[in-house]
C-alpha cells in the first residue's frame, strides 16, 4: 500500500480508539492487534515530546482516503507525525481580545462576573438560552445548567478557555456565572412572565442558584450562507493546496474557516452544522465560532466522530498560527487555562480526565495530517494564511 494511505489511515485509526469510538459502535468490530499497536505507540510516548524526525516520508491525503479502514493501517505506522511541523512559538505576550469587542476579554469577564443584570429574555430554540442585559446596556448570552443540557454550559466555557490557549480571537469569551432563581424571575422579560414555571423547571442547580455560562453577545451578526452547498463548494476551493491567488476577504474567511475545522474535531464539536451556526462578523471578513454547548462529548460514538473528520478533510490549508499554537499546546498549559474560570474554584470541572486525553489524541491526529500535507505541498502552499 501506499505511504499515503498508511500515514492518514493510522492517524484517522488511533484517534477513533484512544477516543473511544469503536467501544461505543455496537455495530463496530473491535479493534485488531495493528490498530491496538499504532494507538500504544502514541499513548505511551510523551504528548510533549516530538517524535524522531526518522518517521517515514509521508503524502498528502486525498478523496480515496474516505473509504480507508482499520485493516489499510501497517502495524508500523504512528499516528504521531508533528516533527514534521514548524518550531513551535511561545504564546502571545498580548492580552486576548476578541475580534469585535472594544475591549480586552479579561476587561469583560471581570465585569461580566459582577455586573447587575436588568432582563432576561429567552432566545434558545433547540436548549435554554437567555440574552441577558446588564446595567450600561451590555449585553451577554446565559445558558444556565438545565435538565437537557446538564453540561452545555461547561462546554462553552471550555470551549473558551481551550481557544484562549490557542491564542485564537474568533470565539467570543464566556465565562461562568451563578444567578438566583429569584433574580431571574424578577428580571425576566415581560413578554415571557408566563413562561416561567415552565422555565423554571428546566433549569438544575442548588437551592435558588443556578449556574451557567455568559458568552459575549456578538452584535451585527451576518449570514454569509457558508454552510449552504453553494457556500461549502466555495470556501473549499479556499482551502485546497492548489487554490492559487484568492481576495484578501477571502483569505481572511477562508483562515477563519480552516481554523474552525480544526478546532471542531479538537473538541469533538457536532453542532457546527445543524442550521444558524457559522456566522461572520458585522464586517463579513471575519468568522465567528460560537455555539459549543455539544462539545466534549465523550466517548465520541463513530456516526459523529465521522461527522467532524469529513469536515476537516476538507482542509489542505491552514492558519500558520493555529498550526503552532496547537503544536504548542501541552496538557499544563491547557488545565491552567480551565482553572482560570470561577466556577473551577467553586468546585466544577469544566472538562474531566477522559475528555482531556480524547482532546490530545485527536490533537496528534490533526497535526500528523499538517504534516503530511507539508510533506508534500511545502510550508509556503500549507501554512497560507496567518
Known amino acids: 500500500m501506499t505511504s499515503r494511505r498508511r500515514i492518514v489511515g493510522a492517524a484517522l485509526v488511533v484517534s477513533s480508539v484512544l477516543s473511544g469510538f469503536v467501544a461505543c459502535d455496537p455495530n463496530a468490530r473491535a479493534p485488531g492487534a495493528a490498530e491496538r499497536r499504532a494507538a500504544n505507540d502514541v499513548s505511551t510516548a510523551p504528548r510533549t515530546t516530538p517524535p524522531s524526525p526518522t518517521s517515514p516520508p509521508r503524502t498528502p491525503p486525498d478523496d480515496d482516503d474516505a473509504s480507508i479502514g482499520a485493516d489499510d493501517v501497517d502495524a508500523d ?6 516533527a514534521d511541523v514548524p518550531t513551535t512559538s511561545a504564546p502571545s ?17 471581570a465585569r461580566m462576573r459582577t455586573a447587575q443584570s436588568t432582563r432576561f429574555k429567552p432566545v434558545g430554540t433547540s436548549s435554554l438560552v437567555f440574552k441577558t442585559t446588564f446595567t450600561g446596556g451590555v449585553e451577554a448570552a446565559f445558558r444556565p445548567r438545565t435538565r437537557t443540557h446538564s453540561r452545555g454550559w461547561t462546554s462553552e466555557v471550555a470551549a473558551y478557555r481551550i481557544a484562549r490557549a490557542l491564542d485564537m480571537d474568533q470565539v467570543p469569551p464566556a465565562v461562568s456565572r451563578a444567578f438566583s432563581r429569584s433574580e431571574l424571575e424578577s428580571h425576566l422579560h415581560a413578554d415571557f412572565s408566563e413562561d416561567w414555571p415552565a422555565l423554571d423547571e428546566q433549569m438544575m442547580g442548588r437551592g435558588d442558584i443556578v449556574w451557567g455560562a455568559l458568552v459575549y453577545w456578538v452584535p451585527g451578526l451576518r449570514d454569509l450562507e457558508l454552510d449552504t452547498p453553494r457556500g461549502i463548494a466555495t470556501w473549499s476551493r479556499w482551502l485546497a493546496h492548489d487554490a492559487g491567488v484568492v481576495s484578501a476577504d477571502e483569505a481572511s474567511l477562508a483562515g477563519d ?42 466517548p465520541l460514538p463513530r456516526a459523529q466522530h465521522q461527522r467532524v473528520l469529513g469536515h476537516v478533510r476538507r482542509v489542505e490549508r491552514f492558519s500558520r498560527s493555529f498550526v503552532l499554537a496547537l503544536r504548542s499546546l501541552d496538557e499544563s498549559r491547557l488545565r491552567a487555562s480551565l482553572a482560570a474560570d470561577p466556577a473551577v474554584a467553586a468546585g466544577t470541572t469544566l472538562l474531566d480526565d477522559p475528555q482531556i486525553r480524547a482532546l490530545f489524541d485527536r490533537r496528534e491526529a490533526l497535526l500528523s495530517r499538517v504534516a503530511a500535507h507539508l510533506d508534500a505541498y511545502g510550508e509556503v502552499a500549507v501554512l497560507a494564511f496567518p
Open 77 to 82: 505506522v504512528r499516528a504521531d507525525a508533528s
Open 93 to 109: 505576550a498580548a492580552p486576548a481580545r476578541f475580534i469585535s469587542l472594544d475591549v480586552d476579554d479579561d476587561a469583560w469577564i
Open 257 to 298: 474557516l480552516a481554523t474552525m475545522l480544526c478546532f471542531d474535531y479538537l473538541i469533538a464539536n457536532v453542532d457546527r452544522w445543524s442550521g444558524g451556526n457559522l456566522r461572520a462578523d458585522r464586517s463579513g471578513r471575519r468568522v465567528v465560532i460560537r455555539d459549543h454547548n455539544l462539545a466534549f462529548l465523550s
